[in-house]
């Protein structure tokens, strides 16, 4: 009897082994060959040497990352740092103002009526669901010359006249502002959900203002949802090439664009691969430090993100 009992358990063992492989190898082949491999290629390209037509080749070198920061062969040039700095500034501004919109809005659908709220959600990612590249077109028409917001703009004396807010830097931020706010709206709108409201009538009992009650009662309750939609805002903000292409016409340059045109028109791999590997590494230390802000503004506990 006990040789038989190991026998159908060392079968169960078997059987159970091959069904999780079965059940893990699509997911598993599909991020290894649309993920693993295109980064691993991705980091062989960026150490390898620029090519005559912009093919990578041999021997390998760290040329292209000189290139990257601004080294070339008439010397340094801070165009490349700029593009950088750019592209950190425009995440940070579209990702802080993400978040002032997005607050009001999360709150007001969690206090209406139960159902209104799906409405009100769909009407908040409706808009996410046609082409980004549609979209970026309607602003660009919307903040053209003779428009009444270029129109209006014109009577404060923000532009010049005949002048429109299209191409500019403010419209590749309200691009992404508004690209990017159902990112924002929808884990908060899950964290409000989840919102403990004995602490805000506690707090509001206790005379706090309405600013000191929000940090010291809501915020601490929100932060989840703040962290996981500040990732899903600021890791794609930050090597989006759409929208700087089309709403900054060349003014408005970010680290996608730079890492797009060598690989389209300038034809320099290697550098591109390299800029690419930049983007990488910014999108890790990002998450790491929105870990460890989740784990100190937390109380301890870690945030998953």
């Given at each position: 009897?006990?040789?038989?009992s190991?026998?159908?358990?060392?079968?169960?063992?078997?059987?159970?082994?091959?069904?999780?492989?079965?059940?893990?190898?699509?997911?598993?082949?599909?991020?290894?060959?649309?993920?693993?491999?295109?980064?691993?290629?991705?980091?062989?390209?960026?150490?390898?040497?620029?090519?005559p037509?912009?093919?990578?080749?041999?021997?390998?070198?760290?040329?292209?990352?000189?290139?990257?920061?601004?080294?070339?062969?008439?010397?340094?040039?801070?165009?490349?740092?700029?593009?950088?700095?750019?592209?950190?500034?425009?995440?940070?501004?579209?990702?802080?103002?993400?978040?002032?919109?997005?607050?009001?809005?999360?709150?007001?659908?969690?206090?209406?009526?139960?159902?209104?709220?799906?409405?009100?959600?769909?009407?908040?990612?409706?808009?996410?669901?046609?082409n980004?590249?549609?979209?970026?077109?309607?602003?660009?028409?919307?903040?053209?010359?003779?428009?009444?917001?270029?129109?209006?703009?014109?009577?404060?004396?923000?532009?010049?006249?005949?002048?429109?807010?299209?191409?500019?830097?403010?419209?590749?931020?309200?691009?992404?502002?508004?690209?990017?706010?159902?990112?924002?709206?929808?884990?908060?709108?899950?964290?409000?959900e989840?919102?403990?409201?004995?602490?805000?009538?506690?707090?509001?009992?206790?005379?706090?203002?309405?600013?000191?009650?929000?940090?010291?009662?809501?915020?601490?309750?929100?932060?989840?949802?703040?962290l996981?939609?500040?990732?899903?805002?600021?890791?794609?903000?930050?090597?989006?090439?759409?929208?700087?292409?089309l709403?900054?016409?060349?003014?408005?340059?970010?680290?996608?664009?730079?890492?797009?045109?060598?690989?389209?028109?300038?034809?320099?791999?290697?550098?591109?691969?390299?800029?690419?590997i930049?983007?990488?590494?910014?999108?890790?230390?990002?998450?790491?430090?929105?870990?460890?802000?989740?784990?100190?503004?937390?109380g301890?506990?870690?945030?998953?993100?």
């Open positions: 009897m006990t040789e038989i190991i026998a159908l358990r060392g079968r169960a063992v078997v059987s159970e082994t091959r069904h999780l492989l079965f059940s893990v190898m699509p997911g598993a082949v599909w991020i290894i060959v649309f993920l693993v491999l295109p980064s691993v290629y991705l980091m062989a390209v960026a150490f390898m040497t620029n090519g037509y912009g093919q990578p080749q041999m021997p390998l070198s760290l040329e292209s990352f000189r290139q990257l920061a601004g080294f070339g062969f008439l010397g340094w040039s801070p165009g490349n740092l700029y593009t950088l700095l750019r592209s950190l500034w425009q995440t940070l501004l579209s990702t802080v103002l993400v978040v002032i919109v997005a607050y009001p809005i999360a709150y007001y659908i969690t206090t209406c009526r139960e159902k209104w709220r799906p409405i009100m959600l769909l009407a908040v990612v409706v808009p996410s669901w046609t980004q590249v549609i979209r970026t077109f309607g602003w660009m028409n919307l903040l053209a010359p003779g428009t009444p917001l270029s129109d209006a703009a014109q009577a404060l004396g923000l532009i010049a006249p005949n002048m429109g807010l299209y191409p500019s830097n403010f419209a590749v931020t309200l691009g992404l502002v508004y690209n990017f706010l159902p990112f924002m709206v929808l884990p908060l709108y899950a964290a409000f989840k919102l403990d409201t004995a602490q805000v009538q506690a707090a509001q009992d206790l005379y706090a203002a309405p600013l000191r009650a929000f940090w010291h009662a809501v915020f601490p309750q929100t932060l989840p949802g703040l996981a939609g500040t990732v899903l805002v600021a890791i794609p903000a930050f090597g989006m090439y759409v929208i700087p292409e709403l900054g016409g060349g003014k408005g340059m970010m680290l996608g664009n730079l890492v797009a045109n060598q690989f389209a028109g300038s034809a320099n791999w290697p550098l591109g691969a390299a800029g690419a930049l983007m990488l590494i910014a999108t890790f230390a990002g998450l790491f430090a929105m870990r460890r802000i989740g784990k100190r503004l937390g301890g506990e870690e945030v998953v993100i």
